[in-house]
């Protein structure tokens, strides 16, 4: 069966969001299998973004995601990783679409990193590393 890495990332436990967004995924038909709420340490995010190391936004990125706790889950499903994508909207929330999640509480908050309240894997080789990383 399929799996996918599903962080709220710290705008979103931050906004008290973390149940509407695990709700909607669980509502989508998905199985919830672990679930946490972890502060990520600083060798864990280099290891989850390995691939943005260098680009602009990286650092940001970085300590955005050191600013507060996360929630980690890993959810199950037939194609759950595309359809997690479907529910997140695309990256930017400003005009990710309304229904999503991002499109629905994301917008840009005018700061260097985009708050996007949630990230999910995007392959099947990404999910089992990830979930390498936050479920070790
Ligand atoms: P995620 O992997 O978080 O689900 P994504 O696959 O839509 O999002 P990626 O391209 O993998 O986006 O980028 C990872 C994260 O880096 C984004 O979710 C966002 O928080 C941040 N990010 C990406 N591009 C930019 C950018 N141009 N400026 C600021 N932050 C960015």
Do not use: C
């Not at 705008?11 to 008290?16: E, N």
């Not at 669980?26 to 995010?45: D, F, I, N, S």
């Not at 989850?48 to 050191?66: D, I, N, R, S, T």
């Amino acid at each position: 069966i399929e799996r996918t890495l599903v962080l709220v990332k710290p705008d979103g436990v931050v906004r008290k969001l973390s149940g509407e967004i695990l709700a909607r995924v669980e509502a989508k038909g998905y199985t919830l299998a672990e679930l946490k709420k972890v502060t990520a340490t600083r060798e864990q995010l280099q290891a989850h973004y390995a691939e943005h190391e260098g680009k602009p936004f990286y650092e940001p990125l970085v300590e955005f995601m050191l600013s507060g706790p996360v929630v980690a889950a890993i959810f199950e499903g037939h194609r759950v990783i595309e359809g997690f994508r479907a529910l997140a909207g695309t990256t930017d929330p400003t005009t990710a679409a309304p229904g999503t999640i991002r499109g629905d509480f994301g917008r840009d908050w005018g700061l260097k990193v985009q708050q996007n309240l949630v990230h999910g894997s995007d392959s099947v080789e990404s999910a089992e590393r990830e979930i390498g990383i936050w479920f070790a």
